[in-house]
């Protein structure tokens, strides 16, 4: 029981990051090629990875800003 308890806590406080590799990216409102086109971001911007689905991952951005890019775009750190 303690084991499971560590464990869920242990993924609960992770927070992956990545770095954008891809020249100038466009980032979504939804996981979608289809959705509304947010904001774009440049090689080099650091995010948190807030969630997945599929090939495409939810971002944050140091100022805030968040939205959907695909996973190939970045390489996680």
């Known amino acids: 029981f303690l084991l499971l308890i ?3 806590s242990y993924t ?3 927070i992956d990051y990545a ?3 891809k020249t100038v990216n466009i ?10 086109e947010l904001f774009s971001i440049h090689a080099g911007v650091k995010m948190k990875i807030t969630d997945q689905i599929g090939d495409w ?7 805030g800003k968040s939205g959907w890019i695909l996973l190939s775009s970045v390489k996680r750190i």
């Open 27 to 36: 980032v979504k409102s939804a996981p979608s090629q289809n959705a509304t």
């Open 57 to 63: 991952i939810s971002i944050e951005i140091q100022n």
């Open 6 to 8: 560590t464990q869920f």
């Open 19 to 21: 770095i954008l590799f």
């Open 12 to 14: 609960q406080t992770k």
